[in-house]
């Protein structure tokens, strides 16, 4: 059964017999052959022949959700015993998005690997939530990072860290004239003068009619730069939709727009030029939604691995709660 759980799966991802042979080592003859047999153990067509690329019945699409629940069942079986070798070795898979593969993640796992140094990690770059839930659901990923809670609802979280959302402007703009005193420096922000209670706040509404770097729709933060407008009854003027906030930060150095960053962005892009150190100047946004939780999701399953449950525990201890500001 599990067999022909892969088989179907690997048609359905790819699109053809032929690629999903290629894919998993066996002969298209072969294959078409199993998946034949199979049909006709359940009295039922799994694929549409006919389309290019082949296509699911709706036999077949209820056949594959219980194929993704044994290949799940099946890596956690393969992770639990294995680990059970040596509670001081293991893997883990995380999947997060580009920017905290870049950052956030990296630094966070330093002291982990030193400390765990047979638990071997790997980072996948995902480009979607969607793409972490399926992975997470799977079992193909023991933890995804991420700052946008919808659709992580049906797993466990574990706080990592708080983030804190600011705006980026460019410096030769006149608004920055009238708003000086709430002005933070590339230095100020690198510092975390920005969480502070006693840092000024500046409205959105400054900024309406000024144009603005968006991320696509479908990023967690066009969706929140879209709420936080909304609270001052505003619609951004947005100049150019982007993919990644280090390429709009990198935009506003150079005039383009405004946006909105989050403040580790920072640590992972160029420092001014010391001729120019206030080629972007950056605000502390008046809005409780400037402020997000970033969690650790994680199946809600019984069975957790030593290599799991070693790093539980180490970012329990390192991060604290979401009540402790970080």
């Known amino acids: 059964m599990l067999r022909e759980a892969k088989y179907v799966n690997a048609i359905y991802r790819s699109g053809s017999f032929s690629k999903a042979a290629a894919a998993l080592f066996i002969s298209q003859p072969s294959l078409s052959a199993t998946i034949r047999r199979l049909e006709n153990e359940l009295g039922t067509t799994l694929f549409n022949r006919s389309t290019n690329p082949i296509s699911l019945t709706d036999a077949g699409r209820q056949y594959l959700l219980y194929a993704e629940k044994f290949m799940a069942l099946e890596n956690e079986a393969q992770n639990y015993f294995e680990s059970l070798k040596n509670s001081d070795q293991g893997h883990l898979n995380f999947g997060t998005t580009s920017f905290y593969c870049c950052y956030s993640l990296p630094i966070h796992l330093n002291p982990f690997r030193s400390k765990y140094p047979n638990i071997s990690i790997n980072l996948n770059e995902n480009t979607s939530s969607e793409e972490m839930i399926k992975t997470l659901r799977l079992g193909q990923i023991d933890f995804a990072l991420s700052s946008n809670p919808v659709g992580f609802e049906e797993f466990k979280k574990l706080f990592f860290l708080k983030e804190q959302l600011i705006l980026a402007v460019p410096g030769a703009w006149e608004v920055n004239g009238s708003l000086i005193d709430y002005q933070l420096s590339f230095k100020d922000v690198l510092n975390g003068r920005q969480r502070s209670q006693t840092c000024p706040k500046v409205s959105l509404e400054r900024f309406k009619n000024l144009p603005f770097l968006s991320l696509r729709?479908?990023?967690?933060?066009?969706?929140?730069?879209?709420?936080?407008?909304?609270?001052?009854?505003?619609?951004?003027?947005?100049?150019?939709?982007?993919?990644?906030?280090?390429?709009?930060?990198?935009?506003?150095?150079?005039?383009?727009?405004?946006?909105?960053?989050?403040?580790?962005?920072?640590?992972?892009v160029p420092s001014p030029p010391k001729q120019n150190k206030n080629?972007?100047?950056?605000?502390?946004?008046?809005?409780?939604?400037?402020?997000?939780?970033?969690?650790?999701?994680?199946?809600?399953?019984?069975?957790i691995t030593p290599a799991q449950d070693a790093f539980m525990r180490y970012t329990r201890y390192n991060c604290g709660t979401e009540e402790a500001f970080s």
Do not use: C, W
């Not at 100047?281 to 809600?300: E, H, P």
């Open 217 to 268: 729709e479908g990023n967690d933060l066009y969706t929140r730069s879209k709420e936080l407008f909304d609270h001052v009854g505003s619609v951004p003027t947005v100049y150019m939709y982007l993919d990644q906030i280090p390429t709009t930060y990198h935009l506003v150095t150079y005039g383009y727009g405004f946006t909105i960053i989050r403040d580790t962005t920072l640590h992972i």
């Open 279 to 303: 080629q972007v100047v950056f605000y502390k946004i008046d809005d409780d939604l400037a402020l997000r939780n970033i969690y650790f999701y994680y199946q809600n399953s019984l069975t």
